[in-house]
C-alpha cells in the first residue's frame, strides 16, 4: 500500500507511510472492525472532516447569530428548576440560551450521523463500509492535489484542516478562558459582531 504523499524530498523527517502502515496493522490486530472500516481508516478520516467541516459551518452560523441577535436572551442562564440536570454542566454550572442552542444542534447533527450509519441512502456515502467493500488508498501526510474543484482529494485536504483548525481554537479557548465563538469573531476580525 503505496500513498501518493508529496513530500519525497526529506525521507527521514516525514515518513512516507505512517497512516498506510497504521491501517495495515490495525487491519491485522482488530480485522473484525477493519472490514467496516472502523479504526485508522481513510473512511474515517473522510467522515471526521465532514464533521469538523459542519462545525466549522455550524460555529460562524452562530458567531453570526449572535453578532446579530437572533438568539433569544443569549446570555440568560437556564433555569434549574424548569430544565433540571439539562441546565448544568458537570453538575456545576449552569449554561446559557446560546449554548443550550448550540449543543441541540449539536446533537441534532450526531443524530443525523446516526441515522445516515444505520440506514443510509441509496446515493450517499455509508459512514461504515459494506462487508467486502475495500477502502480507499491512504492519500499521504499531504495529498498531490492536481485536479481543481469539487474532488475527493479536496475533500480530505479541507477535512483535515477543518480538524487542525478546531484543534487550534480548542487549544486557543482552554489557554486563554475565552468562548471560541468569541475567539472565531477575533478571528475573522470582528466580522461577526
Given at each position: 500500500?503505496?500513498?501518493?504523499?508529496?513530500?519525497?524530498?526529506?525521507?527521514?523527517?516525514?515518513?512516507?507511510?505512517?497512516?498506510?502502515?497504521?491501517?495495515?496493522?490495525?487491519?491485522?490486530?482488530?480485522?473484525?472492525?477493519?472490514?467496516?472500516?472502523?479504526?485508522?481508516?481513510v473512511?474515517?478520516?473522510?467522515?471526521?472532516?465532514?464533521?469538523?467541516?459542519?462545525?466549522?459551518?455550524?460555529?460562524?452560523?452562530?458567531?453570526?447569530?449572535?453578532?446579530?441577535?437572533?438568539?433569544?436572551?443569549?446570555?440568560?442562564?437556564?433555569?434549574?428548576?424548569?430544565w433540571?440536570?439539562?441546565?448544568?454542566?458537570?453538575?456545576?454550572?449552569?449554561?446559557?440560551?446560546?449554548?443550550?442552542?448550540?449543543?441541540?444542534?449539536?446533537?441534532?447533527?450526531?443524530?443525523?450521523?446516526?441515522?445516515?450509519?444505520?440506514?443510509?441512502?441509496?446515493?450517499?456515502?455509508?459512514?461504515?463500509?459494506?462487508?467486502?467493500?475495500?477502502?480507499e488508498?491512504?492519500?499521504?501526510?499531504?495529498?498531490?492535489?492536481?485536479?481543481?474543484?469539487v474532488?475527493?482529494?479536496?475533500?480530505?485536504?479541507?477535512?483535515?484542516?477543518?480538524?487542525?483548525?478546531?484543534?487550534?481554537?480548542?487549544?486557543?479557548?482552554?489557554?486563554?478562558?475565552?468562548?471560541?465563538?468569541?475567539?472565531?469573531?477575533?478571528?475573522?476580525?470582528?466580522?461577526?459582531?
Amino acid at each position: 500500500m503505496r500513498s501518493s504523499s508529496s513530500l519525497n524530498f526529506y525521507p527521514s523527517m516525514f515518513p512516507e507511510d505512517v497512516f498506510g502502515e497504521g491501517v495495515k496493522d490495525w487491519k491485522e490486530e482488530y480485522a473484525p472492525f477493519a472490514k467496516y472500516g472502523w479504526g485508522p481508516s481513510v473512511q474515517a478520516e473522510k467522515w471526521n472532516g465532514r464533521h469538523a467541516m459542519f462545525g466549522w459551518v455550524f460555529m460562524c452560523a452562530t458567531a453570526y447569530a449572535k453578532g446579530h441577535g437572533l438568539i433569544p436572551d443569549a446570555d440568560t442562564i437556564l433555569n434549574l428548576k424548569e430544565w433540571g440536570t439539562l441546565a448544568t454542566i458537570s453538575n456545576k454550572d449552569t449554561i446559557t440560551n446560546e449554548r443550550a442552542i448550540i449543543l441541540i444542534a449539536n446533537v441534532h447533527f450526531l443524530f443525523l450521523s446516526v441515522c445516515a450509519t444505520l440506514c443510509p441512502l441509496p446515493f450517499s456515502d455509508p459512514l461504515l463500509l459494506e462487508p467486502g467493500t475495500e477502502d480507499e488508498e491512504p492519500y499521504g501526510l499531504i495529498p498531490n492535489y492536481k485536479d481543481m474543484g469539487v474532488t475527493k482529494t479536496a475533500e480530505m485536504i479541507n477535512g483535515r484542516l477543518a480538524m487542525l483548525g478546531i484543534v487550534a481554537l480548542m487549544g486557543n479557548s482552554a489557554v486563554t478562558g475565552r468562548s471560541m465563538i468569541d475567539i472565531i469573531n477575533e478571528w475573522v476580525g470582528g466580522a461577526y459582531f
